[in-house]
């Protein structure tokens, strides 16, 4: 099922995937931090040090890999459109931080 906008994939498709798999937490270990722009936009942090997990809106002086992309590339990467690695060579995707983490992304998205 597509997810339709990116505060659904930080609300429920994310938390959902957390409850599905809680040793992908533990495996992951670190704070992500996401900016995605556009209308639909905002900053989120992904909290894989927290027991379960834990997304808040805003951002958080602990990550240590921080996601930059449009809204309209991000939706398209979590919904299988994108490929993630194609977007991050083509400049659609940018990471900050440790690359080690963002490999570790697609356990969680």
Known sequence: M??????EIFEHHIPAKFQ????????IGAIYQFNISGPGGGSWSVDCTQPGGKVAAGTSPGAKCTVVATEADFLAIVNGKLNPQMAFMSG???I???MGLALKLQQIL
């Open 2 to 7: 597509p997810v339709a906008s990116v505060k």
């Open 20 to 27: 599905a798999k809680p040793d992908v937490v533990q495996r």
């Open 92 to 94: 659609k995707l940018k």
């Open 96 to 98: 900050a931080g440790d």
